[in-house]
Nanobody
């Protein structure tokens, strides 16, 4: 079993920054890739960024150059540093990982970017 808990969301003005954190339970965190996803009202959940167990990263085109994903395996935590935020980045942000064919999600954290 894996439990994921996100934090760090909030209200920020356009052009501002936020750092999201996702803390994972258990001892297997370092063995698996993990990603940040987001879901805006009326839209499907989409991948924002991912990081493999080895530290390789990938980003959706719409956040390249603005967001940075990182992980700290000693703390069982993955981070999403978000900069140059835009109103269209407003969404609930989730971390997620798949272990043994089963997907695990946190409860999400709201990010609202005002114009």
């Amino acid at each position: 079993q894996v439990q994921l808990v996100e934090s760090g969301g909030g209200l920020v003005q356009a052009g501002g920054s936020l750092r999201l954190s996702c803390a994972a339970s258990g001892s297997i965190f370092s063995l698996y890739a993990i990603g940040w996803y987001r879901q805006a009202p009326g839209k499907q959940r989409e991948l924002v960024a991912g990081v493999t167990s080895g530290g390789s990263t990938n980003y959706a085109d719409f956040v390249k150059g603005r967001f940075i994903i990182s992980r700290d395996n000693a703390k069982n935590t993955v981070y999403l540093q978000m900069g140059s935020l835009k109103p269209e980045d407003t969404a609930v942000y989730y971390c997620g990982m798949t272990v043994g064919g089963r997907s695990y999600w946190g409860q999400g954290t709201q990010v609202t970017v005002s114009s």
